[in-house]
């Protein structure tokens, strides 16, 4: 049973990673149809009462009662507020590879953060593994942006807002995991994203004159497919298990199995969007692999070590 429990949160990591890579096909998918902010809204509003019917209905158990929920409220405020905000408005100013390059930079900056505020400090084998998970992700995205380069600062320093905001999701969230069970923590989530996104869409859809026209994309297959995948899946299966990883994990060791992100989407481009594959892909995919690898083995090392100076 130990060993399950151990296991349990790099398979949870993992299948984030697999639902997070086969999203950016489904973003895709959706935008063809719905402007983005509107397909934040919906992602969210879907995901909030799905949250809420399993509430009602007892599969969930949410308490709230004595408990500092303006520390779940100041997380939702990065993610997913500021993240997503910066993320879309970022990729749409930026070449897709320059995006990838930018978010591939999340588990950097979480190493650094845990550091300071958690005192997680990972190993130098440790640090140079997530390195090189991080180097697979920017040498893919470096190789393709040989092919598709634009210069946009701008974008670039809006979607460093999306990589800082992640960041510090990540820390916070490992320290709400002492407080809060991953269920209330991507409740908390959900409601924060379905209220902002939707008071921003609205705005958006009076100033335009287009208000009557918000709830089409519901009525469109195209585009509700796509966002029941979003809404449910890639918004509360995901986050519930990505916070119940941070809850278990280091939260450097969390943050760089998310690098496997990146070898999904590409699965999912070549094998579903039929998009190019190039040598580039494999050498980036292994070397991702080999980091993620690297900095759990050499994690799990260092636990047994400090297990057996206690004993």
Excluded at 228 to 251: D, P, Q
């Amino acid at each position: 049973m130990g060993h399950n429990k151990s296991i349990l949160p790099y398979l949870s990591g993992i299948v984030v990673s697999i639902i997070f890579g086969f999203s950016f096909m489904f973003t895709k998918k959706a935008l063809d149809n719905i402007e983005s902010f509107h397909l934040l809204a919906f992602r969210f509003s879907f995901a909030a009462i799905f949250l809420t019917i399993l509430q009602i209905l007892g599969v969930i158990k949410i308490h709230f009662r004595g408990k500092k929920i303006h520390s779940l409220l100041l997380l939702s405020l990065f993610q997913p507020v500021i993240y997503f905000i910066c993320e879309t408005i970022g990729v749409n100013m930026t070449s897709s590879s320059e995006a990838g390059m930018m978010i591939a930079l999340i588990p950097v900056f979480v190493t650094v953060l845990a550091a300071v505020f958690l005192k997680e400090n990972p190993t130098l084998i440790q640090l140079f593994f997530i390195f090189v998970s991080v180097g697979g992700v920017i040498f893919i995205n470096i190789m393709k942006g040989s092919l598709d380069v634009s210069n946009s600062i701008v974008g670039i320093l809006i979607l460093m807002g999306a990589v800082i905001s992640a960041s510090i999701y990540n820390i916070l969230s490992r320290k709400s995991s002492i407080s809060f069970n991953s269920v209330e923590i991507t409740f908390i989530m959900m409601w924060v994203g379905t209220i902002v996104f939707n008071s921003i869409s609205i705005v958006k859809h009076i100033s335009s004159n287009a208000l009557s026209n918000y709830l089409t994309p519901v009525t469109n297959s195209q585009a509700l497919l796509p966002l029941l995948y979003l809404g449910i899946l890639s918004s509360v299966i995901a986050f519930f298990m990505l916070n119940y990883t941070l809850s278990k994990l280091e939260a450097s060791r969390a943050s760089v199995l998310a690098n496997i992100t990146t070898i999904v989407s590409i699965f999912a481009g070549v094998f579903i969007l039929k998009e190019d594959f190039y040598w580039f892909h494999i050498a980036g995919a292994v070397m991702i692999l080999l980091g993620v690898w690297g900095t759990n083995y050499f994690g799990n090392k260092k636990d047994r070590t400090k297990k057996s100076l206690k004993a």
